[in-house]
């Protein structure tokens, strides 16, 4: 693993303000890092950076997707194709994004410590930063907090996923509930987006109004987490209530829906790209059941599609609306899966070398990151933590992880694992 | 020892072979004198049961996903999950005697030969069931109507019925004299789709007429519970074939989570099936199949094909065997030594052991 030797680049405390130092240099600006530099906070507020996080939830197989290793003894039966990078191969399950190869990266030595869902997803979705007793931030309202909303008049961070949708607060750990997400379930908006046409403009302000100062008599003496939580989600929902062309289906171009595909993942990635487009700030879409313990081969031929064609059509499209420079796309699960196959012809998880495709926002076009033994089980010297990854996506988003902290209770900590440091090699 | 009586609650292991890689196929000559078995290494492997001489057959470049011999013997035919099919003169020739090089879009899943071993049928995951040859490989006709990919095959004693197994649970009757579309039988309890997952689970991988032609079993598993471990109950269908209805609804006794990959008759009409067990032994099966409740069953890994040597006293089981690292990882401290799980080939004689002789 490459590491630095533990310690700060900048351990200062001038890095460390007040919540009345930042409104006063940032004017109030909604949603903003409480506790950010002033000078690096103007700094980043210049930058549109975006993020879309494709999280295929239970692990995706290297072997099935961006690593074939056709030889190796742990490969599978599908066919190594040519990809746009000459001398590159991907699997033939992922035919889409082998024409697009030359338009992204695959870090293919990923090496992780975590072998379990319970904990791996969680560990990986928070950067796996040292443990101070704190629940760290996902990625998602870490980005919210450091960066802040890309446009002021929708929320910084929104995740497409299957099931129920609704304001979550979990996700943003000691940052408080402000910096949840906002979840919308299969994609749609929340219900009750649709202001009553016999509430006037004017009624539902002065009610809102009214539920505003509810509100702060009510948190005067309870956690104002709980109440931070309940006015964003509110405020969420007003400004999607502005918003409802980002969910109106009939704007959709049948091509794109085509090309996208009918499942739900196509359709989830092909909103995330109208939700980019819109200005949010970080958008993560969720697929479940790719932990393929059992019948991988047959799973991987029906899911692997599902993530293929959508994602490059979403690399080609943000290219096309000059938005590729400035969104960072990452697709990636908890870990991967084990080069061995097991008795029910499936892949158990494998942390110890797996890959993590990107692209955009100062992502190297057409780098293949990693050398890895000849059978693809394990990583050729020195792997990639998932610190070093978080490192990486902060200084491609503008933020620098060595002079940026969080300050919780009187501790200052670190926005990524201390001991990690940038994929260089990844970058441009 | 042929002569001796059926009697599979007396089943015993009688002979197994080892190989160092997962064998998916696995099958008796129609000679009886040897073993044509083919897996992940892509290699075709002959084991001459008599003196135990070993030939290696190279010529697929992916995963085997099928083997028949012809029925009368001299011929091998294997396919493979890109499609190919290879004919084998496996005793005179160590090269293909031809080949069909896009015989499926992709995986062929299922061989079988016509009784009268005219005519070699495949079928797989385009969902097409195509005639060839058995002599040359050139095609004979397709059978269009499957929705999805198919996983199985079998052809009526009397050789004028075929039925072929898809994902969704369909099971078409086709006649083979002339070719052409008879029927469907409903096995959709085989396949799962729930609202959540995001890929279709399960499907008929496995089908076996009775000897005398009045029932068809179809093989697979109910009610899975997730499209990523992919658990389910492990069921046989059994149909009468008159009323094309289900009679009944074979189930095991003891612990397996995946389909039933093979199912053979015997001679006395008794039913003997496999199925798959994640990181834990699965059981070799026997039914009557009058009865939902099994007859028999000896433990043992999961296995993926089933074979009955011409004596029909022996039957075959290609059987998985962990080498020790299956599970999840962190597996560094295997790095030395990370090694692919491997294969016993199993043979059980289907009757009592002879007792055997005291010395002196």
Same mark, same amino acid.
């Given at each position: 693993?490459?590491?630095?030797? #533990?310690?700060?680049?900048?351990?200062?405390?001038?890095?460390?303000?007040?919540?009345? @130092?930042?409104?006063?240099?940032?004017?109030?600006?909604?949603?903003?890092?409480?506790?950010?530099?002033?000078?690096?906070?103007?700094?980043?507020?210049?930058?549109?950076?975006?993020?879309?996080?494709?999280?295929?939830?239970?692990?995706?197989?290297?072997?099935?997707?961006?690593?074939?290793?056709?030889?190796?003894?742990?490969?599978?039966?599908?066919?190594?194709?040519?990809?746009?990078?000459?001398?590159?191969?991907?699997?033939?399950?992922?035919?889409?994004?082998?024409?697009?190869?030359?338009?992204?990266?695959?870090?293919?030595?990923?090496?992780?410590?975590?072998?379990? /869902?319970?904990?791996?997803?969680?560990?990986?979705?928070?950067?796996?930063?040292?443990?101070?007793?704190?629940?760290?931030?996902?990625?998602?309202?870490?980005?919210?907090?450091?960066?802040?909303?890309?446009?002021?008049?929708?929320?910084?961070?929104?995740?497409?996923?299957?099931?129920?949708?609704?304001?979550?607060?979990?996700?943003?750990?000691?940052?408080?509930?402000?910096?949840?997400?906002?979840?919308?379930?299969?994609?749609?908006?929340?219900?009750?987006?649709?202001?009553?046409?016999?509430?006037?403009?004017?009624?539902?302000?002065?009610?809102?109004?009214?539920?505003?100062?509810?509100?702060?008599?009510?948190?005067?003496?309870?956690?104002?987490?709980?109440?931070?939580?309940?006015?964003?989600?509110?405020?969420?929902?007003?400004?999607?209530?502005?918003?409802?062309?980002?969910?109106?289906?009939?704007?959709?171009?049948?091509?794109?829906?085509?090309?996208?595909?009918?499942?739900?993942?196509?359709? #989830?990635?092909? @909103?995330?790209?109208?939700?980019?487009?819109?200005?949010?700030?970080?958008?993560?879409?969720?697929?479940? /059941?790719?932990?393929? #313990?059992?019948?991988?081969?047959?799973?991987? @031929?029906?899911?692997?599609?599902?993530?293929?064609?959508?994602?490059?059509?979403?690399?080609?499209?943000?290219?096309?609306?000059?938005?590729?420079?400035?969104?960072?796309?990452?697709?990636?699960?908890?870990?991967?899966?084990?080069?061995?196959?097991?008795?029910?012809?499936?892949?158990?998880?494998?942390?110890?070398?797996?890959?993590?495709?990107?692209?955009?926002?100062?992502?190297?076009?057409?780098?293949?990151?990693?050398?890895?033994?000849?059978?693809?089980?394990?990583?050729?010297?020195?792997?990639?933590?998932?610190?070093?990854?978080?490192?990486?996506?902060?200084?491609?988003?503008?933020?620098?992880?060595?002079?940026?902290?969080?300050?919780?209770?009187?501790?200052?900590?670190?926005?990524?694992?201390?001991?990690?440091?940038?994929?260089?090699?990844?970058?441009? | 020892?042929?002569?001796?009586?059926?009697?599979?609650? *007396?089943?015993?292991?009688?002979?197994?072979?080892?190989?160092?890689?997962?064998?998916?196929?696995?099958?008796?000559?129609?000679?009886?004198?040897?073993?044509?078995?083919?897996?992940?290494?892509?290699?075709?492997?002959?084991?001459?049961?008599?003196?135990?001489?070993?030939?290696?057959?190279?010529?697929?470049?992916?995963?085997?996903?099928? =083997?028949?011999?012809?029925?009368?013997?001299?011929?091998?035919?294997?396919?493979?999950?890109?499609?190919?099919?290879?004919?084998?003169?496996?005793?005179?020739?160590?090269?293909?005697?031809?080949?069909?090089?896009?015989?499926? +879009?992709?995986?062929?899943?299922?061989?079988?030969?016509?009784?009268?071993?005219?005519?070699?049928?495949?079928?797989?995951?385009?969902?097409?069931?195509?005639?060839?040859? %058995?002599?040359?490989?050139?095609?004979?006709?397709?059978?269009?109507?499957?929705?999805?990919?198919?996983?199985?095959?079998?052809?009526?004693?009397?050789?004028?019925?075929?039925?072929?197994?898809?994902?969704?649970?369909?099971?078409?009757?086709?006649?083979?004299?002339?070719?052409?579309?008879?029927?469907?039988?409903? %096995?959709?309890?085989?396949?799962? +789709?729930?609202?959540?997952?995001?890929?279709?689970?399960?499907?008929?991988?496995?089908?076996?007429?009775?000897?005398?032609?009045?029932? =068809?079993?179809?093989?697979?598993?109910?009610?899975? *519970?997730?499209?990523?471990?992919?658990?389910?109950?492990?069921?046989?269908?059994?149909?009468?074939?008159?009323?094309?209805?289900? *009679?009944?609804?074979?189930?095991?006794?003891?612990?397996?989570?995946?389909?039933?990959?093979?199912? +053979?008759?015997?001679?006395?009409?008794?039913?003997?099936?496999?199925?798959?067990?994640?990181?834990? %032994?699965?059981?070799?099966?026997?039914?009557?199949?009058?009865?939902?409740?099994?007859?028999?069953?000896?433990?043992?890994?999961?296995?993926?094909?089933?074979?009955?040597?011409?004596?029909?006293?022996?039957?075959?089981?290609?059987?998985?065997?962990?080498?020790?690292?299956?599970?999840?990882?962190? +597996?560094?401290?295997?790095?030395?030594?990370?090694?692919?799980?491997?294969?016993?080939?199993?043979?059980?004689?289907?009757?009592?052991?002879?007792?055997?002789?005291?010395?002196?």
């Amino acid at each position: 693993m490459k590491t630095t030797p #533990h310690g700060h680049a900048c351990g200062s405390l001038e890095h460390d303000i007040s919540r009345r @130092q930042v409104l006063g240099t940032l004017g109030g600006a909604a949603g903003f890092g409480s506790l950010l530099q002033p000078g690096i906070a103007e700094e980043i507020t210049k930058q549109k950076k975006q993020v879309c996080l494709i999280w295929l939830d239970g692990g995706i197989s290297q072997y099935e997707s961006w690593h074939p290793l056709p030889k190796s003894k742990f490969a599978g039966p599908f066919r190594s194709i040519k990809t746009s990078i000459p001398g590159v191969h991907f699997s033939e399950l992922v035919p889409h994004t082998a024409r697009i190869a030359h338009k992204i990266s695959v870090i293919r030595t990923m090496a992780t410590k975590d072998p379990n /869902h319970s904990t791996g997803v969680p560990r990986i979705q928070r950067g796996d930063p040292v443990d101070r007793g704190v629940e760290y931030p996902h990625l998602g309202s870490a980005v919210a907090k450091l960066l802040g909303p890309a446009n002021p008049e929708l929320p910084p961070y929104i995740w497409i996923k299957p099931g129920n949708g609704g304001f979550i607060a979990r996700e943003a750990g000691f940052l408080g509930a402000q910096y949840g997400t906002l979840a919308l379930g299969d994609g749609k908006p929340p219900i009750h987006i649709h202001r009553p046409g016999s509430i006037s403009a004017e009624v539902d302000a002065a009610r809102n109004a009214l539920r505003r100062k509810a509100n702060e008599r009510f948190s005067a003496y309870r956690n104002a987490s709980e109440i931070d939580a309940y006015e964003t989600s509110y405020d969420m929902a007003q400004q999607l209530m502005a918003r409802k062309d980002i969910f109106d289906d009939s704007e959709l171009d049948e091509k794109d829906r085509e090309r996208y595909g009918s499942h739900p993942l196509g359709r #989830h990635i092909l @909103q995330a790209r109208r939700l980019l487009e819109a200005g949010v700030r970080f958008v993560k879409v969720n697929s479940y /059941h790719w932990d393929t #313990h059992g019948d991988n081969f047959n799973m991987s @031929q029906r899911l692997i599609p599902q993530v293929d064609r959508p994602f490059a059509a979403l690399v080609n499209d943000l290219e096309d609306r000059g938005m590729l420079d400035h969104t960072l796309l990452i697709v990636m699960s908890e870990f991967g899966r084990t080069p061995v196959i097991n008795s029910r012809l499936g892949r158990d998880h494998w942390p110890d070398c797996w890959s993590v495709v990107l692209a955009g926002c100062g992502i190297k076009r057409g780098a293949i990151i990693g050398e890895t033994t000849a059978d693809g089980a394990f990583v050729n010297g020195e792997g990639y933590d998932i610190g070093h990854l978080f490192h990486t996506i902060y200084t491609l988003l503008g933020i620098n992880p060595r002079k940026t902290h969080y300050r919780y209770k009187g501790q200052k900590l670190d926005i990524a694992h201390g001991d990690c440091e940038p994929i260089r090699e990844v970058m441009l | 020892m042929s002569a001796a009586p059926l009697d599979v609650k *007396k089943a015993w292991e009688s002979r197994s072979i080892k190989h160092e890689r997962q064998l998916f196929r696995a099958q008796f000559s129609p000679d009886g004198r040897f073993i044509a078995a083919g897996g992940q290494d892509k290699l075709v492997h002959i084991w001459e049961l008599e003196g135990e001489k070993k030939k290696v057959l190279d010529g697929h470049n992916t995963w085997l996903s099928s =083997l028949v011999f012809h029925p009368k013997g001299g011929k091998l035919f294997s396919a493979d999950y890109l499609g190919v099919i290879h004919c084998w003169d496996y005793e005179n020739s160590t090269r293909p005697l031809w080949t069909i090089a896009e015989a499926d +879009r992709d995986n062929v899943r299922a061989l079988i030969l016509t009784p009268d071993g005219e005519h070699l049928i495949s079928a797989g995951d385009d969902g097409v069931v195509k005639a060839w040859k %058995a002599a040359s490989g050139k095609p004979v006709t397709t059978m269009e109507g499957h929705g999805e990919c198919i996983f199985s095959l079998a052809i009526s004693p009397d050789g004028k019925h075929l039925v072929s197994g898809d994902l969704l649970g369909a099971i078409r009757q086709w006649s083979l004299q002339p070719w052409k579309p008879l029927r469907q039988l409903d %096995a959709s309890p085989l396949h799962t +789709r729930e609202e959540n997952f995001i890929a279709d689970v399960g499907g008929v991988r496995s089908l076996a007429f009775s000897p005398d032609g009045t029932l =068809l079993a179809a093989g697979g598993m109910k009610e899975a *519970k997730s499209n990523s471990f992919c658990p389910g109950k492990p069921t046989v269908l059994v149909f009468d074939l008159e009323s094309g209805k289900v *009679k009944t609804e074979l189930k095991i006794t003891g612990k397996s989570d995946g389909p039933f990959n093979a199912l +053979r008759f015997l001679e006395d009409g008794t039913l003997a099936g496999h199925t798959e067990m994640l990181h834990t %032994a699965s059981e070799l099966t026997f039914w009557k199949t009058s009865q939902p409740e099994p007859l028999h069953s000896i433990s043992n890994g999961s296995a993926y094909d089933l074979s009955l040597h011409p004596d029909g006293r022996q039957l075959l089981a290609a059987t998985y065997v962990s080498g020790g690292n299956s599970g999840n990882g962190a +597996r560094k401290r295997f790095h030395e030594k990370y090694l692919p799980n491997t294969t016993n080939l199993r043979i059980f004689s289907l009757f009592a052991k002879p007792e055997e002789k005291q010395p002196g």
